[in-house]
């Protein structure tokens, strides 16, 4: 009598197949792993491409006579340190505010560059204005006279971000030398009007 075999498969084949399987997975995960990553790596590499872009001349920037001549007029004010225990009297505290304010018209008159000047700097050129903005406002907070410009290059705008205007091309290498090594815009450079 012959011998009847039950259709379907053995348990060697059952093995063999679910192991075929899981190896068959485990190749696709690590390839497409592996090409995620390259995919990431270039785009970052895209996006780390900065262009050196020339700037047009920005129109004329208002001028602070009065905010200038205070900085240079007076002398650096001594301040007090009180302590927070005792109250401050009205004169003192006049006094501290009064300080306060002519440091800070002394430090905004000297990252303040000179009207008219003939370079800037460039510290950043994208394709991402919002990239640009936030670096902009991110500098000013800093106390730089940053602002942001459009440049049209092969059909594509280009955002550049740009740092105050000097008459000299030495005080705006200062200024591109600081960028650089206080801020990490290895990207600026300086750039006639």
Known sequence: MAERRSPGLTIGQLITLTFGFLLASVVI???????????????????RDVARVPV???????????????ATTHPPVAVAVVPTS?????????????????ATRVQQAATTPTAGGGYTVQAYATNDMMRAVMLSKTLQ?????????????GGVTWYLVRVGRYRDRAAAKAMENKLRSEEGLEAASVTAQ
């Open 56 to 70: 047009a001349p920005p129109g004329p920037e208002p001028t602070r006579p009065v905010v200038a001549a205070a």
């Open 141 to 153: 907070n800093k106390g730089y006279a940053a602002s942001t410009g459009t440049k049209q290059i």
């Open 86 to 102: 005792t109250p401050l009297p009205v004169a003192t505290a006049t006094a501290v505010q009064v300080a306060r304010a002519t």
């Open 29 to 47: 995960f690590v390839f497409g792993f592996w090409v995620g990553r390259d995919l990431a790596e270039r785009q970052a590499a895209k996006q």
